[in-house]
């Protein structure tokens, strides 16, 4: 079944029912992913700085240069929880922070070779296009200039990190600062180019529109289809519903508050849709357990990181920060599948 419309998709949505539409991705699933094994990894998200330039209005982690609670994360910092990283047998980092004025490329190579030359084992699942495009600006210099820098330095992988919903009117409320969609899109078809794995991500249940989230469905799909044969482009997608406690946009706008069943019914459709990505990631982050082992049964077939540390979504809200190994283990079990641990270019290491 090709969903290759907007027009389509809403056609589609309309005709069936969930039950019938989690059936119909499950069955893409399986054709993608022949197996009944559920794949998991064990990484940890370390925030570079918590300042930020942009303050995009459904954050709650920013802070301005000079607040009392401003940081830098020092080399000391990085040790110990790379040290503590490891001791638990992972081997990745999700490195990502906000656009601090003062840390430019070089602050970024620099950090990026450090790691790597006193961790040479570390994979740096780094930044994003929202920081890479900053970066490219800041700089004066091409996005590709940029990513074949940190690639140099020790880049790994380019996390979907800022994509939001791919609509510049969304983008204009949630976060005017920060990168347009086509300018997210950009990075991303450059990281392609240059052969660098990434994700894919989606953060609804704001002011978007149901159009407007399929319109950022069908860009990822097409973007997809235009990187190279050999390149691995997205291999994840990963949908999760904004966390708004206490936020600006919270007080300001009538939102579109996403239900349980709405975000399993949105998780389908994006298996459905997105047959060209590999990968289907429900957010047990921000979703909990029960939903996220019911989208096993709806196009899911990962669960992501046991988040060994999480410090942005928990600021607006998120309780379900962090879960133990033999707990990630549980959660796939019990939803009938085999839990397989894996890296960041999904292959299964145990």
């Known amino acids: 079944m090709k969903l290759d419309t907007v027009t389509s998709i809403l056609n589609f949505c309309e005709r069936y029912d969930l039950s019938s539409i989690m059936q119909i991705a499950h069955e893409v699933r399986m054709q ?36 009392k609670d401003a940081y830098i994360t020092t080399m000391d910092e990085y040790r110990q929880k790379i040290e503590e990283l490891f001791a638990m047998g992972g081997e990745q980092i999700l490195l990502q922070g906000g656009l601090h004025p003062r840390l430019d490329l070089n602050y970024y190579l620099q950090l990026f070779s450090l790691l790597k030359k006193e961790f040479p084992k570390l994979k740096l699942h780094a930044l994003g296009p929202a ?4 970066l490219a600006k800041q700089e004066k210099k091409s996005i590709e200039y940029i990513l074949k820098a940190l690639i140099d330095a020790g880049l790994d992988s380019l996390p979907g990190a800022g994509a939001e919903i791919l609509s510049n009117r969304v983008r204009k409320i949630v976060s005017p600062a920060k990168c347009s969609a086509d300018e997210w899109l950009q990075v991303m078809k450059v990281a392609h180019s240059l052969g660098l794995v990434t994700s894919a991500t989606m953060m609804f249940g704001h002011v978007e529109t149901l159009s407007e989230r399929f319109k950022h469905l069908l860009a990822l799909r097409k973007l997809q289809e235009q990187k190279p044969p050999d390149a691995p482009g997205f291999l994840n997608f990963v949908l999760w519903p904004v966390q708004l406690n206490g936020t600006r946009l919270e007080k300001k706008y009538r939102l579109n508050k996403v239900t349980a069943t709405e975000y399993i019914r949105m998780l389908a459709i994006s298996r459905i849709v997105l047959d060209n990505i590999p990968h289907i990631q429900p957010s047990w982050l921000t979703v909990g357990k029960d939903v996220a082992q019911v989208c096993l049964h709806a196009g899911a077939d ?5 988040m060994i540390e999480e410090n942005v979504v928990s600021a607006a809200g998120a309780h379900n920060t962090t879960i133990a190994i033999d707990g990630m283990k549980q959660m796939i079990t019990e939803a009938g599948f085999i839990p397989r641990r894996r890296n960041q270019r999904f292959e299964k290491i145990d």
Do not use: K
């Open 32 to 67: 993608i992913n022949p197996s009944n094994e559920v794949t998991w990894l064990i990484d940890r998200n370390i925030n570079i700085t918590n300042v930020c330039t942009v303050q995009c209005s459904f954050c709650n982690f920013c802070r301005g240069s000079h607040s």
């Open 131 to 134: 920081e890479v495009f900053y």
């Open 302 to 306: 990962d669960m992501g990181s046991i």
